[in-house]
């Protein structure tokens, strides 16, 4: 069961990182370089499958990591797995509570009645998803060590 659920949460959260890293370095900059209206069309369209599996990969790997923290007998493993628990939070918190509430106002959003009065969003999501992305990458590679010191 150990292994299982070792492979799982090594699964998941090396997923959430690598999503939001390509996120990061290849969809956002793409977003940023598009007119406001096609923005707003593509953003739609990519929010589709992320909202619904994500959050469900990250708060996985906040339970086995939080678990195997409990169960740990090292101090070294149980540190690891603690601050990777707390590092995937941190993810789960920054999606839930900044860019969600972002990609809900896009989604509401229609790009004809875009005018010179919008408030373009991009930047600031951006710098939220830079925050989570750092959030699931020190996630993944916490996680990593404390699997590999259990």
């Avoid at 793409?30 to 909202?51: C, F, N, Q, S, W």
């Avoid at 339970?63 to 603690?82: E, K, N, S, Y």
């Avoid at 992305?133 to 020190?138: E, L, P």
């Amino acid at each position: 069961m150990v292994e299982t659920l070792s492979v799982l949460v090594l699964l998941g959260t090396g997923l959430v990182a690598g999503v939001l890293f390509a996120v990061a370095v290849s969809v956002m900059p793409a977003l940023i370089a598009m007119e406001p209206e096609r923005y707003v069309d593509t953003h739609k369209l990519l929010g589709k499958r992320y909202d619904r599996i994500m959050p469900f990969i990250v708060s996985g790997s906040v339970v086995i990591d939080a678990a195997f923290a409990v169960r740990a007998d090292a101090t070294g493993p149980r540190v690891l797995f603690i601050a990777a628990a707390l590092a995937m939070t941190g993810v789960a918190v920054v999606s839930q509570t900044r860019n969600v509430p972002i990609n809900n106002r896009v989604k509401k959003t229609r790009p004809d009645e875009l005018g010179p009065g919008w408030e373009d969003p991009r930047g600031q999501w951006r710098d939220w998803h830079l925050l989570r992305t750092c959030f699931a990458v020190a996630g993944c590679s916490l996680t990593a060590a404390a699997v590999v010191l259990s």
